[in-house]
Nanobody, 123 residues
Framework: QVQLLESGGGLVQAGGSLRLSCAAS???????MGWFRQAPGKEREFVAA????????YYADSVKGRFSISRDNAKNMVYLQMNSLKPEDTAVYYC?????????????????WGQGTQVTVSS
């Protein structure tokens, strides 16, 4: 079992920054840790993922160059630094954990999910 708890969401103006945090407890080894987001009326979509070692990171084209994912295994934490935020980044952001190697961008390949944190970007 893995429990995930996100924090750091909020309201920010366009062009601003936020840092999301995800605290993991329970089973400590996860192959991938990912961030996904879901806007009202839309499907949940991949944002970023990171491998266990942190040596491999992956990003959706829409956030590449603006967002950065990192992890601290000693603290069981995963972070998503979001810069140059746009109104279209507004969504509930979810942290997810994949126990086995699979597609890092597929929701179905993740085994555990947090409850989500709201990010709202005003224009």
């Amino acid at each position: 079992q893995v429990q995930l708890l996100e924090s750091g969401g909020g309201l920010v103006q366009a062009g601003g920054s936020l840092r999301l945090s995800c605290a993991a407890s329970g089973r400590t080894f996860t192959y991938f840790m990912g961030w996904f987001r879901q806007a009202p009326g839309k499907e949940r979509e991949f944002v970023a993922a990171i491998s266990w070692s942190g040596g491999s990171t992956y990003y959706a084209d829409s956030v590449k160059g603006r967002f950065s994912i990192s992890r601290d295994n000693a603290k069981n934490m995963v972070y998503l630094q979001m810069n140059s935020l746009k109104p279209e980044d507004t969504a509930v952001y979810y942290c997810a954990a994949a126990l086995l190697r699979g597609r890092y961008d597929l929701t179905s390949d993740y085994d555990y999910w947090g409850q989500g944190t709201q990010v709202t970007v005003s224009s």
